[in-house]
């Protein structure tokens, strides 16, 4: 039932989503502005739900260089709903949150992570999920040449666990 979307005045599928709240990225000036210099290459608006710790090191940096993209939408952080329905509705998610990546992979979006690694490697197995650390290089690529692959299986089960528990159980 998010309005988000429409409150926002943006399309499914007309949007990137990103989210930068690890202290890797965020505590390391470098690192952060290789990414906001890859958002700024990208022609795609991009909703930035921002951390509190990240808005801190943004202002920090403000200053010192411009590398806010045109397109870039930051926001207040956002309920679990809302940011499940603008997970769902992404063209293509940029992160370095470990639980997003996981859910892009439910919802059918793809994920481009900002990270070197990840505990979620069976969706990089996948092809949906694509490790890119900080380069911008390597981040521009993964977004503008990703191919979705052809099958999307079902790693995670097939949402009916409950159903079976409770099958069992009775």
Known sequence: N????????????????????????????ENLIAIFEAFRKLDTTIIFPVHPRTRGKIADLIENIEFFAPKLKLIEPIGYLDMLSLTKNAKTILTDSGGLQKEAYWLEAPCVTLREETEWVETVDAGWNTLVGTSKKKILSAVNDWIMPKERPSIYGDGHAAEKIAHTLK
């Open 2 to 29: 998010s309005t988000l979307l429409k409150d926002m005045d943006i399309s499914p599928n007309g949007y990137f989503l990103a989210t930068v709240p690890r202290p890797a990225n965020t505590d390391n000036p």
